[in-house]
T-cell receptor
Framework: DAMVIQNPRYQVTQFGKPVTLSCSQTLNHNVMYWYQQKSSQAPKLLFH???????NEADTPDNFQSRRPNTSFCFLDIRSPGLGDAAMYLCATSRVDRANPEAFFGQGTRLTVV | GDSVTQMEGPVTLSEEAFLTINCTYTATGYPSLFWYVQYPGEGLQLLLKATKADDKGSNKGFEATYRKETTSFHLEKGSVQVSDSAVYFC???????????????FGIGTKLQVIP
């Protein structure tokens, strides 16, 4: 089935040690998003790609970076994770289609910082 | 800016009870509206959607109607089951004029617990 796949499901990293989360999609959607979701909160958009165009949210910390080497893959890099970066990270995709504007989400990566 | 306001939970219901979760929105432009569901430890799944005023989205017994005059998109289900226990997010997306990507903005989420 076409879907959005995130790896790994669970990631433990050390304080200050760079970590990369990955996302792949078989939907061939133009847009890919990264959201951060902390416990009992709404998902918060960090940034998104529209094809190769990168769009950063104004309040996304510089510690967070992203790469999209091709249509199918997108990566979230956290350069120096702090304890406050522990969260669920959600990747999503959507197409540019007014009739079908919904985002499709992966299962998320739960990041723990120790 | 765009925002979604939904009732805070948790909401606890007995099995077969009627469910309403209120959701109102503020948006520039003409948004599409969604309800997403999140089970523990999982990502978000689209439950239903509506892309224009007076549209009714429905799925798995859940319904919501896009009311432009009241800027609302309340979620309802006539008879809940234990398996409906989850967190429900109301959301909207508005694209830039002329097309392009549509950024999704979420409400805070409402936790539903259904007891047998």
């Amino acid at each position: 089935d076409a879907m959005v796949i995130q790896n790994p499901r669970y990631q433990v990293t050390q304080f200050g040690k760079p970590v990369t989360l990955s996302c792949s999609q078989t939907l061939n959607h133009n847009v890919m998003y990264w959201y951060q979701q902390k416990s009992s909160q709404a998902p918060k958009l960090l940034f998104h790609y529209y094809d190769k165009d990168f769009n950063n949210e104004a309040d996304t910390p510089d510690n967070f970076q992203s790469r999209r080497p091709n249509t199918s893959f997108c990566f979230l890099d956290i350069r120096s994770p702090g304890l406050g970066d522990a969260a669920m990270y959600l990747c999503a995709t959507s197409r540019v289609d007014r009739a079908n504007p919904e985002a499709f989400f992966g299962q998320g990566t739960r990041l723990t910082v120790v | 800016g765009d925002s979604v306001t939904q009732m805070e939970g948790p909401v606890t219901l007995s099995e077969e009870a009627f469910l309403t979760i209120n959701c109102t929105y503020t948006a520039t432009g003409y948004p599409s509206l969604f309800w997403y569901v999140q089970y523990p430890g999982e990502g978000l799944q689209l439950l239903l959607k509506a892309t224009k005023a007076d549209d009714k989205g429905s799925n798995k017994g859940f319904e919501a109607t896009y009311r432009k005059e009241t800027t609302s998109f309340h979620l309802e289900k006539g008879s809940v089951q234990v398996s409906d226990s989850a967190v429900y997010f109301c959301a909207l997306s508005v694209g830039p004029l002329g097309g392009g990507y549509q950024k999704v903005t979420f409400g805070i989420g409402t936790k539903l617990q259904v007891i047998p």
